[in-house]
């Protein structure tokens, strides 16, 4: 059973760099899509992006000036980081494994079928 | 970007009946919608994928239908575990600009 498990620090100060990582067991990190998705407090899911275990990466067009996602597949660990953060970037952030398929000969991200448990993540002085 | 819109926005419905949920896409996604369930302080968790296949260990009262634009979430016969709030996501685009509706809450 994949389990995927995110960590960092829960508070940030406003303009600095938020970082968090995601650790995946119980399943190989490779031929997979990996993403970060967001839920501020009462608020709807947003995805932030998603990493590639080869390290091709797509982004959010919103968020994309702002973020970098990396991968570590000896560590089977992907990471997030946020840059210039805001209050309105207080959020849980959830980590999840996209399904895959091939498409033209293109393996294609899909669905999100495993889900970590979520962080928060508070932007404060 | 596509949007995708959910209603009704709270969906009030007694332990038994049949609830049913929409998702509308502002462009078609053909079959690339997935529905999730979210429960307070958990992470969402996959029901439906291509419109209507259940996910592993996802019961049978569960079942999406539509193409195209519109979709519906169904759930034949409530209990109280379902209540819940409910996001559709279109994954059509390659590459992928994933979207999510902004949910449908299943109250008693």
């Known amino acids: 059973q994949v389990q995927l498990q995110e960590s960092g620090p829960g508070l940030v100060k406003p303009s600095e760099t938020l970082s968090l990582t995601c650790t995946v067991s119980?399943?190989?990190?490779?031929?997979?899509?990996w993403n970060w998705v967001r839920q501020p407090p009462g608020k709807g899911l947003e995805w932030v992006g998603y990493?590639?275990?080869?390290?091709?990466?797509n982004y959010n067009p919103s968020l994309k000036s702002r973020v970098t996602i990396s991968v570590d597949t000896s560590k089977k660990q992907f990471s997030l980081k946020l840059s210039s953060v805001t209050a309105a970037d207080t959020a849980v952030y959830y980590c999840?494994?996209?399904?895959?398929?091939?498409?033209?000969?293109?393996?294609?991200?899909?669905?999100?079928?495993?889900w970590g448990q979520g962080t928060l993540v508070t932007v404060s002085s | 970007e596509i949007v995708m819109t959910q209603s009704p926005a709270t969906l009030s419905v007694s332990p038994g009946e049949r609830a049913t949920l929409s998702c509308r896409a502002s462009?078609?996604?053909?079959?690339?919608l997935a529905w999730y369930q979210q429960k307070p302080g958990q992470a969402p968790r996959l029901l439906i994928y291509?419109?209507?296949t259940r996910a592993t260990g996802i019961p049978a009262r569960f079942s999406g239908s539509g193409s195209g634009t519109e979709f519906t979430l169904t759930i034949s016969s409530l209990q109280s575990e379902d209540f819940a709030v409910y996001y559709c996501?279109?994954?059509?685009?390659?590459?992928?600009?994933?979207?999510f509706g902004l949910g449908t809450k299943l109250e008693i």
């Open positions: 999840a494994r996209s399904n895959t398929a091939v498409v033209l000969s293109i393996l294609r991200p899909y669905y999100f079928d495993y």
């Open positions: 119980g399943g190989s990190i490779s031929n997979y899509y």
């Open positions: 990493i590639y275990y080869s390290g091709s990466t």
């Open positions: 462009q078609s996604v053909s079959s690339n």
């Open positions: 291509g419109a209507s």
């Open positions: 996501q279109q994954y059509h685009n390659w590459p992928p600009m994933y979207t």
